[in-house]
């Protein structure tokens, strides 16, 4: 169920990457990366986090929206 992790470095884009999918795998609202429940969430999981290293629901949009286009073009290929 859950995924075990090796201790590797800290990167927004794997949070980013992981918020997206949440939203999209679990059918979730975008808003919900504005949530302060889930973002204390995220802050409680890496407590030296700032608020630059939170996706906001603009960044998660951003990430599922371009993600799509690069579908898409692998797709043409």
Known sequence: M????QNKEYSREDVL?????FVVCDDQSLVVADKPA???CLVAMRPNAIL???PSTHDVSAYIHNAFIEFFKDLKV
């Open 2 to 5: 859950f995924q075990k992790s």
């Open 17 to 21: 990457r992981t918020v997206a999918e």
């Open 38 to 40: 889930f973002r204390n």
């Open 52 to 54: 630059a290293d939170i």
